[in-house]
């Protein structure tokens, strides 16, 4: 069985946020079955028109889709072929084709091996458990002692440290591991840490629990954002109200 996985913070990223509300909700509904179609079909996030017809696809969520970067049209479709699009960074978040027939391969090779193990228990089990004792209680040989412990800890992992002790919610430290990695890729670690001590001190970041994850803020570029001052306190049945879009 294949996962189609999805981000705890998937839906406050900016490329959700740019599909229009009016059709956000179908957009995204879509992009879970064509998720979940291509994770079945191990076809790495390539999907084709065909199937998201299939799902109820028009052409105002389909450029809408385009235009927010969650999906992408294959370079490699000629004109005349049918309309093919790819997710956005689908073998950075999802287990590829190569990767699940490698785990498919691994598990059958292991039942195998314990389908071997169980029939040369059921036919040679009691005399083989005696030899094998017998040879290990003659092995008298010394035990050699543990190598002490040395600190391998990389110059990557230990400018996450610093940013891991910095960030106010402590929640979901493998996926920020990823995220800080990816982000390094676009700007440097003195000037990413700078920007998260602008973020945590601003008199405007929000209650520890409404802090977004790490991985969530990273993912999502946030360092670009500008932290303006603390905005007046927001009536807590805003969501009762009709409100305008607003970008996150």
Request: some cysteine.
């Amino acid at each position: 069985m294949a996962w189609f996985k999805v981000d705890d913070g998937f839906y406050t990223s900016q490329k959700v946020m740019r599909i229009p509300r009016n059709i956000r909700p179908q957009a995204i509904g879509l992009w879970l079955l064509a998720g979940t179609w291509s994770a079945d079909k191990m076809t790495d996030g390539v999907v084709p028109a065909h199937i998201l017809d299939e799902f109820g696809c028009n052409t105002e969520i389909f450029d809408a889709m385009i235009k927010s970067g969650l999906w992408k049209l294959h370079e490699d479709v000629k004109p005349g072929d049918d309309v093919v699009i790819v997710f956005h960074d689908w073998c950075e978040y999802q287990p590829t084709r190569e990767q699940m027939i490698a785990k498919r391969e691994e598990i059958h090779a292991k039942k195998v091996a314990a389908g071997k193990k169980g029939a040369d228990v059921r036919w040679h089990g009691d005399s083989k458990r005696i030899a094998e004792n017998s040879t290990a209680i003659a092995d008298d040989s010394p035990v050699p002692e543990p190598e002490p412990h040395k600190n391998t800890s990389s110059p990557k992992a230990m400018a996450f440290d610093e940013f891991w002790s910095v960030w106010p919610r402590k929640e979901g430290k493998a996926n920020a591991v990823k995220a800080y990695e990816k982000a390094l890729k676009q700007i440097s670690e003195p000037e990413l840490m700078e920007k998260v001590r602008a973020y945590v001190s601003s008199p405007a970041r929000p209650d520890v629990k409404f802090v977004p994850h790490a991985a969530t803020w990273l993912n999502g570029e946030r360092w670009l954002d500008d932290f303006a001052p603390a905005k007046p306190d927001i009536d807590p049945d805003w969501w009762m109200y009709p409100q305008e879009s607003v970008s996150v």
